[in-house]
């Protein structure tokens, strides 16, 4: 019997992802050249498609990478010469700042502890900062940054980028892109698809900037932005892209605003609500961020008292529900549950159930 | 009626494709953690098949990437500080270089014109030289570099690390890996996969050079050389990577195992005789590489004499047979065959009675 994966990527595929696969190889869509008006084709409709769940103002650009990682990399080599700020509460915002390091930027840091959020008033970001980087949904603790937060640091400090990883909070997170500059996330998250794919969203003004390092600095080869930039004025890619992930992403996508994507929202938010009510009532589990309006409503955390983590991720497990462990350190005393669009309100509900069974 | 791609990749699929997917679908093995032990294990497993498909010395590791156009640019980084040498004789390994120069790298380059290979006597490898770049097939001219002369430049250039790039050469290409100290390939070409995975082959004494280097410059980043060798030793990728393609790759490596890397060298090579010995005698075709051992048994381009190329290539699409066109400039004035292990010995018949009949 098929279990359902309520892990936070790789997730539990969105319902229509195998027959749109059986579509694809019907049609033969993985054979056909990235060079060929098919691709473009392809790669339009995935455009059009993303254009309309975001709501993206209309200088935005979309382009595809191996994966989001990669585009914490690309974005700071393109858009960064110097100074970057980096608001890290988990090991994903971590990363960046990591990779921000690596590549010898001047990477201040507001950080606080796992399984916190940001007070507004903390963020101090220095004159001369070009990106700061926030991470909407720590992947790793539970954590989000209501979009309210994010649209009134643009209101403080027009100046930098606004980079945005939507990685774990996309489509839900009802982020205006007018109040940011460039936002990106992977498939195998809140879009249920194979892993494999990153897609990054930017507007003129990153592209801007971008223009403005060419030729001063490495700014990320043939996954520049300006490469990328370049390629996709005739909807194509500068290396032969992940085309069934992009097939799937259009169609999915499609899916979901024939849903719609108020629907879709509405619908994580009563599935977040009845998770982190049980978590409440519960004397076995606790919800790991104490803050209400930082609790994730796409990755729910939670701490396990008084028993091991591993003990009740492999009881569910032979029950059909595959939870994630807890991150890092919290391996052995969180699991993590991911509420994705592909769940639907009765797997919720049968998981709750077998919580409670525990 | 499903056609039969003859395009040098994205290509024809390998015939177990579709059934491996559909198993791989019913086994949930796309949403299950790809730090899990289920994803190491299949790591392990593609690993194994592609040791025994390449008679890999045992010193060598196999990374993932997202492409092999990335590595390109990784292996750089990685492994060469300042001076690389490059063979270039057509629009990929062209694109070698170009990250090359991207890269600031003191990159030297014996060039000649496209439709040709190299003599042994041209190749001058400076001394200081990092990284001797080679591209063992050219997916743009369809010239190859006979594995004999490859391994010759061994004997000659002890010093420089040799990194072959067998985007479209492997399986087929017999090369002896302990002649060589890297190579890499894509899957869309010979292995007839859905694109969008780089793989990367490297030993130790790559690593070493790229120990050597770690610290003192950037290497990469989350896909250096160390940090992709990091992850290796444990069967992990540094990001989520494609594991959809990982898992067919594993598949399709042990289908190919079960058949013999022999016998599909001896069916590529009938079959590209087949090709060949056609374009010789035709009065419409010619092939457009002169020299008998620079002819590619893996990609077939043939010059189409006093008919728009385009014309011929629409004519083949309406009867099933989905050739390439040339590449770059000489878009209408070749087509391209390919002549991977997905194509089998009845489809080229086929193809060489519709060319006939032209």
Redesign the interface.
């Known amino acids: 019997m098929?279990?359902v994966?309520f892990?936070p990527?790789?997730?539990?595929?969105y319902p229509t992802v195998?027959g749109h696969?059986q579509n694809a190889?019907d049609q033969?869509v993985?054979?056909?050249?990235?060079r060929s008006q098919a691709f473009k084709d392809l790669y339009k409709r995935a455009d059009a498609g993303l254009r309309a769940l975001f709501q993206l103002p209309a200088d935005y650009s979309i382009y595809f990478?191996?994966?989001?990682?990669?585009i914490?990399?690309r974005s700071l080599q393109s858009l960064t010469a110097q100074n970057t700020y980096h608001l890290v509460n988990g090991s994903f915002s971590k990363k960046y700042l990591d990779?921000a390091k690596?590549?010898?930027r001047n990477a201040q840091v507001l950080q606080v502890p796992f399984g916190q959020g940001f007070s507004l008033e903390d963020v101090q970001v220095p004159d001369g900062t070009e990106l700061l980087a926030i991470t909407q949904n720590e992947t790793s603790s539970g954590v989000c940054m209501p979009v309210e937060d994010i649209h009134a640091l643009r209101q403080r400090y027009p100046e930098p980028l606004i980079s945005v990883d939507i990685v774990s909070g996309a489509p839900y997170a009802a982020l205006d892109f007018s109040q940011i500059d460039m936002a990106f996330f992977?498939v195998?998250k809140g879009f249920g698809l194979?892993?494999?794919?990153g897609v990054w969203l930017v507007n003129e003004r990153s592209r801007q900037k971008a223009a403005s390092l060419e030729g001063k600095q490495?700014t990320g080869?043939?996954?520049s932005l300006a490469s990328l930039q370049d390629q996709y004025q005739q909807f194509q890619t500068?290396?032969?892209?992940?085309?069934?992930?992009i097939y799937l992403l259009a169609h999915v996508v499609e899916d979901m605003l024939a849903k719609g994507v108020d629907v879709i929202r509405q619908e994580t938010e009563a599935k977040a609500q009845q998770l982190y009510a049980f978590l409440e009532e519960s004397s076995l589990f606790a919800p790991f961020v104490q803050e209400k309006r930082h609790q994730s409503p796409t990755v729910v955390v939670a701490d396990v008292l008084d028993r091991p983590a591993a003990e009740i991720i492999s009881i569910l497990k032979k029950q059909g529900f595959?939870v994630?462990s807890g991150y890092g350190a919290f391996k052995d005393k969180q699991i993590r549950i991911a509420n994705f669009p592909a769940i639907l309100g009765r797997q919720v509900d049968d998981l709750v159930q077998a919580l409670k069974r525990l």
């Open positions: 098929a279990s994966y892990t990527g790789p997730a539990q595929l195998a696969l190889l033969q993985f054979s056909q050249s990235h990478t191996g994966s989001a990682t990669e914490w990399e990779h690596w590549l010898d992977s195998q194979p892993a494999g794919l490495y080869g043939h996954h500068p290396s032969t892209p992940n085309v069934l992930d595959v994630g």
